[in-house]
């Protein structure tokens, strides 16, 4: 009885408890692997509203041609980056960045502030930027339970013996912001 004892705690818990850590880390694998495909759809629903608000644009801002042209290179190259997350975040930060510049340029175009397409264009905008805000908090959710489990004791023991490899937080501010309205009591 002793020697069953023995045998159940040197290896038949170590080894359940590898078995269900494992199968825990690639679950969690697969979680992140889903939330990160739709954070993917709502930047490919970025990018496809772009060339409407770049060609609304253009036709006010024709001393602003350079900033156009490069929002429209910097699309380009963030729908072919399919490379690793802490990549897509650099380029994406990059595209992020000209986009709030050409916000921050409409300010001295009140036509084009006033333009209906414009207007619709922009508003679209920003409900894809809370869609992307909240893909990337649920991808980055994903990625804390993996880390978590990859990075503590004994998991990371098992991590390590299987190779897991750790993921990176994706962290990219929203391309415009509106503050909220609030009215005045009375």
């Known amino acids: 009885m002793d020697v069953f004892i023995l045998l159940l705690f040197v290896v038949v818990l170590p080894l359940a408890y590898g078995i ?3 199968n825990l880390l690639v679950r969690l694998g697969n ?9 993917d759809t709502e930047l490919n629903r970025r990018y496809d509203l772009i060339p ?17 042209e490069r929002i429209t290179d ?4 963030c729908m072919q980056d399919h490379g690793s997350v802490q990549h897509q975040e650099s380029t994406e930060k990059q595209f992020v960045k000209e986009i709030q510049k050409l916000f921050a340029l409409v300010e001295d175009y009140p036509d084009l502030k006033a333009d209906q397409q414009f207007l ?9 930027e809370d869609r992307i805000q909240a893909a ?10 993996y880390r978590n489990r990859h990075e503590s004791f004994p998991g990371n023991i098992v ?10 937080f994706f962290n990219v501010d929203p391309a415009v ?4 309205k609030v009215e005045a009591l009375q």
């Open 20 to 22: 269900t850590t494992y």
């Open 31 to 39: 979680h992140i692997s889903d939330a990160w495909s739709n954070v």
């Open 52 to 68: 409407g608000l770049v060609a609304a644009a253009k036709g006010y801002m024709a001393h602003e041609r350079d900033t156009l």
């Open 136 to 145: 990337r908090r649920f991808y980055n959710g994903n990625v804390r339970d």
């Open 159 to 168: 991590a390590k013996l299987f190779s897991f490899e750790t993921r990176d």
């Open 120 to 128: 619709a264009l922009q508003k679209e905008l920003i409900n894809t």
């Open 177 to 180: 912001r509106v503050a909220p």
């Open 74 to 77: 910097l699309r380009n190259t």
